[in-house]
């Protein structure tokens, strides 16, 4: 077992700051218009994902797979940006209609994850292999050309 040396903070979380800029960019891209193309925050969600990727793999270990860390960055964004979607929702819709009601949040996020949820987690798996694909395919090409 080789023990590997991190640069910082940003490298030894690198999935966890990925999935947490994507669902924070899609949310506050929703909150500030609230529309979508196709489905709610659609568009906002390619924007996440894709930041949030960049950053995982901007910060990648080298002992990562660059799939296996673009589909798990991918779907728990994915998923965490509609949970964020629907508790957003709620405190800003439904309590100031409805009052503080718990299974309100309830109902309205199983209908959300009902709806979206497999929309929103196949887009989060598909970006992911596609920036993993990339990044794979990109430091292939650094180890294979010569330095001089």
Not at 15 to 36: D, S
Not at 75 to 98: Q, R
Request: glycine share 8%.
């Amino acid at each position: 077992m080789v023990a590997e040396t991190y640069s910082g903070f940003a490298q030894r979380y690198n999935m966890m700051i990925g999935v947490l800029v994507c669902a924070l960019v899609t949310n506050i891209l929703f909150l500030i218009l609230p529309i979508g193309i196709f489905i709610i925050a659609d568009i906002f969600l390619v924007v996440g994902s894709c930041t949030g990727l960049h950053l995982a793999f901007r910060y990648r270990k080298e002992s990562q797979s660059h799939i296996k860390t673009g589909i798990i960055v991918g779907l728990s964004g994915s998923v965490l940006s509609l949970l964020l979607i629907s508790c957003f929702d709620w405190i800003f819709y439904y309590i100031l209609a409805y009052g503080f009601d718990f299974f309100l949040f309830l109902q309205y996020t199983l209908i959300l994850f009902a709806y979206y949820g497999i929309i929103f987690v196949l887009i989060g798996i598909i970006i992911g292999y596609l920036y993993g694909s990339h990044y794979k395919k990109r430091d292939y090409a650094d180890k294979e050309t010569p330095l001089f």
